[in-house]
Protein backbone atom coordinates (compact mmCIF):
# COMPACT_ATOMS: atom_id res chain seq x y z
CA UNK A 1 0.00 0.00 0.00
CA UNK A 2 0.75 3.22 -0.74
CA UNK A 3 0.04 5.79 2.32
CA UNK A 4 0.06 9.77 2.58
CA UNK A 5 0.61 10.99 5.68
CA UNK A 6 -0.71 15.20 5.72
CA UNK A 7 0.57 17.18 8.82
CA UNK A 8 -0.55 20.74 9.56
CA UNK A 9 2.34 22.95 9.95
CA UNK A 10 0.43 25.39 11.98
CA UNK A 11 -1.65 23.52 14.27
CA UNK A 12 -1.09 25.35 17.19
CA UNK A 13 -2.21 28.52 16.01
CA UNK A 14 -5.77 27.32 16.90
CA UNK A 15 -5.65 27.52 20.64
CA UNK A 16 -7.80 26.86 23.50
CA UNK A 17 -7.61 27.88 27.70
CA UNK A 18 -5.14 25.87 29.70
CA UNK A 19 -6.45 22.33 30.97
CA UNK A 20 -8.46 22.02 27.63
CA UNK A 21 -8.61 18.35 26.26
CA UNK A 22 -8.34 19.59 22.58
CA UNK A 23 -4.89 21.26 22.25
CA UNK A 24 -1.97 21.42 20.30
CA UNK A 25 -0.35 18.78 22.31
CA UNK A 26 -2.42 16.29 20.73
CA UNK A 27 -0.94 16.82 16.79
CA UNK A 28 2.90 16.79 18.64
CA UNK A 29 2.09 13.37 19.82
CA UNK A 30 0.40 12.14 16.60
CA UNK A 31 3.83 13.57 14.76
CA UNK A 32 6.25 11.89 17.10
CA UNK A 33 4.70 8.92 16.85
CA UNK A 34 4.48 8.77 13.26
CA UNK A 35 8.29 9.83 12.87
CA UNK A 36 9.72 6.73 13.89
CA UNK A 37 11.42 4.21 11.43
CA UNK A 38 8.31 2.06 11.18
CA UNK A 39 6.70 4.91 8.85
CA UNK A 40 9.67 5.50 6.95
CA UNK A 41 7.66 4.45 3.50
CA UNK A 42 5.00 7.07 4.36
CA UNK A 43 4.56 9.60 1.93
CA UNK A 44 4.98 12.55 3.62
CA UNK A 45 3.50 16.27 2.70
CA UNK A 46 2.43 19.42 4.63
CA UNK A 47 -0.98 20.49 4.55
CA UNK A 48 -1.93 23.52 2.30
CA UNK A 49 -4.13 26.35 2.82
CA UNK A 50 -7.34 25.52 1.66
CA UNK A 51 -10.43 27.72 0.34
CA UNK A 52 -12.83 27.91 3.49
CA UNK A 53 -16.12 29.06 1.03
CA UNK A 54 -15.99 25.21 0.93
CA UNK A 55 -17.62 25.11 3.94
CA UNK A 56 -20.74 26.51 1.94
CA UNK A 57 -20.92 22.59 0.61
CA UNK A 58 -22.64 21.86 4.06
CA UNK A 59 -22.70 24.81 5.84
CA UNK A 60 -25.46 27.86 6.03
CA UNK A 61 -24.66 30.83 3.94
CA UNK A 62 -23.58 33.09 6.60
CA UNK A 63 -21.62 30.25 8.85
CA UNK A 64 -18.26 31.59 7.96
CA UNK A 65 -19.29 35.19 8.47
CA UNK A 66 -20.52 34.31 12.19
CA UNK A 67 -16.87 32.70 12.50
CA UNK A 68 -15.26 35.47 11.43
CA UNK A 69 -17.26 37.86 13.82
CA UNK A 70 -16.74 35.36 17.07
CA UNK A 71 -12.93 35.22 16.54
CA UNK A 72 -11.36 37.66 18.85
CA UNK A 73 -8.82 40.31 17.35
CA UNK A 74 -6.47 38.41 20.07
CA UNK A 75 -6.64 35.82 23.07
CA UNK A 76 -9.41 33.33 22.87
CA UNK A 77 -13.01 33.59 22.51
CA UNK A 78 -16.09 31.15 23.29
CA UNK A 79 -18.75 29.96 21.42
CA UNK A 80 -20.53 27.80 23.47
CA UNK A 81 -19.52 25.59 27.17
CA UNK A 82 -16.57 23.97 25.37
CA UNK A 83 -15.81 25.48 22.09
CA UNK A 84 -13.34 27.71 21.68
CA UNK A 85 -11.67 30.37 18.56
CA UNK A 86 -8.96 32.21 18.94
CA UNK A 87 -7.44 34.98 16.54
CA UNK A 88 -5.49 32.29 14.27
CA UNK A 89 -8.32 29.68 14.61
CA UNK A 90 -9.38 30.59 11.16
CA UNK A 91 -5.86 29.78 9.68
CA UNK A 92 -5.76 26.61 11.28
CA UNK A 93 -9.20 25.50 9.91
CA UNK A 94 -8.11 26.60 6.58
CA UNK A 95 -4.96 24.20 6.31
CA UNK A 96 -7.06 21.22 7.77
CA UNK A 97 -9.43 21.44 5.00
CA UNK A 98 -6.34 21.98 3.30
CA UNK A 99 -4.75 19.00 4.14
CA UNK A 100 -7.83 16.89 3.93
CA UNK A 101 -8.92 18.11 0.09
CA UNK A 102 -4.65 17.64 -0.72
CA UNK A 103 -5.32 13.95 0.40
CA UNK A 104 -8.61 13.44 -1.34
CA UNK A 105 -6.83 14.91 -4.93
CA UNK A 106 -3.61 12.14 -4.08
CA UNK A 107 -6.17 9.10 -3.47
CA UNK A 108 -8.71 9.69 -6.11
CA UNK A 109 -6.02 10.68 -8.74
CA UNK A 110 -4.19 7.45 -7.82
CA UNK A 111 -1.10 9.22 -6.13
CA UNK A 112 -1.79 7.26 -3.12
CA UNK A 113 -4.01 3.94 -2.11
CA UNK A 114 -4.98 5.91 1.02
CA UNK A 115 -4.62 8.80 3.30
CA UNK A 116 -3.75 9.97 7.02
CA UNK A 117 -4.62 13.47 8.49
CA UNK A 118 -3.11 14.50 11.03
CA UNK A 119 -4.87 18.05 11.66
CA UNK A 120 -7.20 19.57 14.04
CA UNK A 121 -9.31 21.11 15.34
CA UNK A 122 -11.84 17.75 15.38
CA UNK A 123 -15.27 18.77 12.84
CA UNK A 124 -17.39 16.15 13.16
CA UNK A 125 -20.17 17.81 15.37
CA UNK A 126 -20.04 21.07 13.50
CA UNK A 127 -23.58 21.24 12.14
CA UNK A 128 -25.23 22.73 9.30
CA UNK A 129 -25.40 26.07 11.51
CA UNK A 130 -23.55 25.74 14.33
CA UNK A 131 -20.12 24.94 16.16
CA UNK A 132 -19.90 22.42 18.66
CA UNK A 133 -18.32 20.28 20.72
CA UNK A 134 -14.51 21.32 19.83
CA UNK A 135 -15.32 21.51 16.11
CA UNK A 136 -15.88 24.80 13.83
CA UNK A 137 -16.32 23.44 10.63
CA UNK A 138 -17.13 19.79 9.50
CA UNK A 139 -13.90 19.18 7.43
CA UNK A 140 -15.07 15.43 6.85
CA UNK A 141 -18.69 16.77 5.71
CA UNK A 142 -16.91 19.23 3.03
CA UNK A 143 -14.44 16.61 1.91
CA UNK A 144 -16.90 14.39 0.99
CA UNK A 145 -18.78 16.71 -0.51
CA UNK A 146 -16.15 18.03 -2.60
CA UNK A 147 -15.12 14.28 -3.81
CA UNK A 148 -18.90 14.06 -5.47
CA UNK A 149 -18.40 17.92 -7.17
CA UNK A 150 -14.98 17.87 -8.14
CA UNK A 151 -14.52 14.09 -8.88
CA UNK A 152 -18.25 12.76 -9.38
CA UNK A 153 -18.33 10.63 -7.04
CA UNK A 154 -21.73 9.34 -6.50
CA UNK A 155 -21.44 7.46 -3.49
CA UNK A 156 -19.35 8.64 -0.92
CA UNK A 157 -19.19 6.60 2.39
CA UNK A 158 -18.15 8.14 6.08
CA UNK A 159 -17.51 5.32 9.00
CA UNK A 160 -16.48 7.41 12.22
CA UNK A 161 -15.47 5.39 14.71
CA UNK A 162 -14.89 8.59 17.37
CA UNK A 163 -16.27 7.55 20.41
CA UNK A 164 -19.13 10.43 20.32
CA UNK A 165 -21.22 10.35 17.95
CA UNK A 166 -20.67 12.82 14.78
CA UNK A 167 -24.32 14.57 14.99
CA UNK A 168 -22.40 17.32 12.86
CA UNK A 169 -22.17 15.03 10.23
CA UNK A 170 -25.54 12.93 10.60
CA UNK A 171 -27.08 16.58 10.54
CA UNK A 172 -25.40 16.88 7.11
CA UNK A 173 -26.26 14.09 5.20
CA UNK A 174 -29.39 12.52 6.74
CA UNK A 175 -31.77 13.11 3.91
CA UNK A 176 -29.01 12.54 1.03
CA UNK A 177 -29.51 8.64 -0.18
CA UNK A 178 -26.02 9.68 -1.68
CA UNK A 179 -23.99 9.29 1.38
CA UNK A 180 -23.54 6.42 3.93
CA UNK A 181 -22.73 7.75 7.39
CA UNK A 182 -22.26 4.51 10.26
CA UNK A 183 -20.81 5.51 13.77
CA UNK A 184 -20.07 3.54 16.53
CA UNK A 185 -20.01 5.70 19.60
CA UNK A 186 -20.77 5.54 23.70
CA UNK A 187 -24.30 5.40 24.75
CA UNK A 188 -25.51 7.33 26.78
CA UNK A 189 -22.34 10.72 26.13
CA UNK A 190 -21.83 14.01 24.85
CA UNK A 191 -23.81 15.05 22.32
CA UNK A 192 -26.60 12.47 23.25
CA UNK A 193 -27.30 11.97 19.42
CA UNK A 194 -26.68 8.79 17.51
CA UNK A 195 -29.71 6.28 18.62
CA UNK A 196 -30.10 3.40 16.56
CA UNK A 197 -33.43 3.98 15.19
CA UNK A 198 -31.85 7.17 13.61
CA UNK A 199 -31.64 5.96 10.44
CA UNK A 200 -32.16 9.05 8.04
CA UNK A 201 -33.41 7.94 4.36
CA UNK A 202 -31.86 4.40 4.89
CA UNK A 203 -28.02 6.09 4.81
CA UNK A 204 -27.76 6.28 8.45
CA UNK A 205 -26.65 3.64 10.65
CA UNK A 206 -25.78 4.19 14.08
CA UNK A 207 -24.31 1.44 16.32
CA UNK A 208 -24.53 2.62 20.47
CA UNK A 209 -22.24 1.08 22.86
CA UNK A 210 -22.21 0.85 26.17
CA UNK A 211 -19.55 1.76 28.88
CA UNK A 212 -17.32 -0.73 29.50
CA UNK A 213 -17.90 -3.05 26.39
CA UNK A 214 -14.45 -2.98 24.98
CA UNK A 215 -13.04 -4.01 21.84
CA UNK A 216 -15.41 -7.38 22.33
CA UNK A 217 -19.08 -5.52 21.94
CA UNK A 218 -17.26 -3.16 19.37
CA UNK A 219 -16.63 -5.90 17.24
CA UNK A 220 -19.75 -7.70 16.88
CA UNK A 221 -20.87 -4.24 16.05
CA UNK A 222 -18.68 -3.74 12.75
CA UNK A 223 -19.35 -7.30 12.19
CA UNK A 224 -23.16 -7.54 12.12
CA UNK A 225 -24.12 -3.98 11.58
CA UNK A 226 -21.81 -1.81 9.87
CA UNK A 227 -19.51 -3.62 7.73
CA UNK A 228 -22.58 -5.64 6.08
CA UNK A 229 -24.50 -2.13 5.70
CA UNK A 230 -21.23 0.03 4.56
CA UNK A 231 -20.81 -3.54 1.46
CA UNK A 232 -24.26 -3.02 0.10
CA UNK A 233 -23.78 0.35 -0.04
CA UNK A 234 -21.06 0.00 -2.38
CA UNK A 235 -18.77 3.11 -2.19
CA UNK A 236 -16.81 5.12 -4.43
CA UNK A 237 -14.98 6.50 -1.82
CA UNK A 238 -14.43 5.92 1.91
CA UNK A 239 -13.61 8.69 4.59
CA UNK A 240 -12.45 8.16 7.76
CA UNK A 241 -13.31 10.40 11.42
CA UNK A 242 -10.59 8.58 13.22
CA UNK A 243 -11.22 9.59 17.00
CA UNK A 244 -9.35 7.81 19.22
CA UNK A 245 -11.16 8.71 22.48
CA UNK A 246 -12.30 5.20 22.71
CA UNK A 247 -9.46 3.99 24.06
CA UNK A 248 -9.03 2.89 27.78
CA UNK A 249 -6.98 5.98 29.20
CA UNK A 250 -9.24 8.31 27.43
CA UNK A 251 -10.44 10.97 30.17
CA UNK A 252 -13.53 11.79 28.13
CA UNK A 253 -15.22 7.93 27.84
CA UNK A 254 -15.36 4.87 29.10
CA UNK A 255 -15.42 2.33 26.27
CA UNK A 256 -11.70 0.59 27.17
CA UNK A 257 -10.79 -0.08 23.35
CA UNK A 258 -7.21 -0.93 23.09
CA UNK A 259 -4.29 -0.18 20.13
CA UNK A 260 -4.73 -3.38 18.43
CA UNK A 261 -9.07 -2.80 18.22
CA UNK A 262 -8.20 0.27 16.01
CA UNK A 263 -5.59 -1.87 13.91
CA UNK A 264 -8.54 -5.14 13.52
CA UNK A 265 -10.83 -2.02 12.84
CA UNK A 266 -9.27 -0.39 10.27
CA UNK A 267 -7.62 -4.02 8.40
CA UNK A 268 -11.76 -4.96 8.31
CA UNK A 269 -12.49 -1.48 6.63
CA UNK A 270 -9.73 -1.78 3.76
CA UNK A 271 -11.10 -5.14 3.47
CA UNK A 272 -14.25 -3.62 2.29
CA UNK A 273 -12.68 -0.57 0.32
CA UNK A 274 -11.15 -3.17 -1.44
CA UNK A 275 -13.82 -4.87 -2.68
CA UNK A 276 -15.84 -2.11 -2.99
CA UNK A 277 -13.85 1.01 -4.24
CA UNK A 278 -10.49 0.06 -5.47
CA UNK A 279 -8.46 0.67 -1.55
CA UNK A 280 -9.61 4.69 -1.86
CA UNK A 281 -10.00 5.65 1.75
CA UNK A 282 -8.92 9.19 3.41
CA UNK A 283 -8.70 9.29 7.03
CA UNK A 284 -9.43 12.45 9.08
CA UNK A 285 -8.30 12.52 13.09
CA UNK A 286 -11.18 13.59 15.07
CA UNK A 287 -10.70 12.96 18.73
CA UNK A 288 -8.53 11.99 21.23
CA UNK A 289 -7.52 13.57 23.93
CA UNK A 290 -5.23 11.38 26.13
CA UNK A 291 -1.50 11.73 24.19
CA UNK A 292 -0.28 7.88 25.27
CA UNK A 293 -3.63 6.46 24.19
CA UNK A 294 -4.11 8.88 21.25
CA UNK A 295 -0.41 8.18 19.66
CA UNK A 296 -1.31 4.15 20.35
CA UNK A 297 -4.18 4.25 18.19
CA UNK A 298 -2.86 6.70 15.75
CA UNK A 299 0.32 4.30 15.03
CA UNK A 300 -1.92 1.19 14.72
CA UNK A 301 -4.08 2.83 12.47
CA UNK A 302 -1.48 4.02 10.04
CA UNK A 303 0.58 1.18 10.53
CA UNK A 304 -2.48 -1.07 8.76
CA UNK A 305 -2.90 1.39 6.05
CA UNK A 306 0.56 1.16 4.94
CA UNK A 307 0.82 -2.50 5.39
CA UNK A 308 -2.33 -3.46 4.47
CA UNK A 309 -4.69 -5.29 5.89
CA UNK A 310 -3.32 -8.99 5.30
CA UNK A 311 -0.45 -7.90 8.11
CA UNK A 312 -2.75 -7.60 10.71
Not at 29 to 35: E, G, N
Not at 265 to 280: I, P
Amino acid sequence: MTTLLVSQPNFADHRTPPGHPERADRIRAVDQVLAGDAFGALLRRNAPYGDLMLAELVHDADYLSRLRSARPAEGIGQLDSDTFISDGSLDTIATGLGGALAALDAVLLGEADNAFCAIRPPGHHAEIANPMGFCLINTIAITAREAQRKYGADRVAIVDFDVHHGNGTQDIFKDDPSVFYASSHQMPLYPGTGHPNEKGVGNIVNAALREGSGGVAMREAYTDLILPALEDFAPDLLLISAGFDAHRLDPLAQLEWVDEDYAWLTAQLMDVAERRCANRIVSLLEGGYDLEGLAGGVSRHVTTLLQGRDNF
